[in-house]
């Protein structure tokens, strides 16, 4: 039998509700100007084809990560901190993409990592990061890096600085 693709795992209804709540997030920050979601989405394609609300729910979902980023450490441990049970797991790499347009994105993660592996953090606190890493593993192996292997970082989670 085939394998699904991302596009093909969740339903457009409900990809719709999930950008249109991203939307209405945005929205009340004043990130996005009111009134105008039909004209945004539709920068993305025709909305009647499932890659028009992916391209969009992809885009509207890095600019709520980058808007919201109070907290680089929370950006890693959280926010992109993706698991398979997550509703935006098939969605992980789309999102970061798009994450990785905004020129203050690296920044952000960089100085996360500092805070990841500088701070007297216990190894459960290192492990909510394990989504990210995994990340980084999957872009590395495919070509989709953001500048630095993943797998040494990887092993500093284990790294314990208690003294």
Known sequence: ????????AM???ELKKRVKRTWDILQTGFTVQS???????????D????????????????????ESCLD?????????????????????HQIFDEFLMYPEALEA???GLEDLFSKDLSNTEREQADGFFR????????NRTIG?????????????TAA
Request: proline share 5%.
């Open 109 to 111: 993660i960089k100085t």
């Open 11 to 13: 339903k457009l209804p």
């Open 72 to 92: 680089s450490w929370m950006l890693l441990t959280n926010t992109f901190a993706f698991r398979p049970e997550r509703w935006d797991y098939e969605y992980r």
């Open 35 to 45: 009134g105008q979601f039909e004209q945004e989405v539709r920068a993305f394609g």
């Open 1 to 8: 039998m085939g394998s699904t693709t991302v596009l093909d």
């Open 148 to 160: 630095f292997p993943a797998r040494p970082i990887r092993e500093l989670a284990g790294i314990s």
């Open 135 to 142: 990340l980084l593993e999957e872009r590395e192996g495919s």
């Open 47 to 66: 909305r009647r084809y499932k890659k028009t609300w992916v391209a969009a729910l992809c885009r509207f979902e890095a600019m709520f990560a980058i």
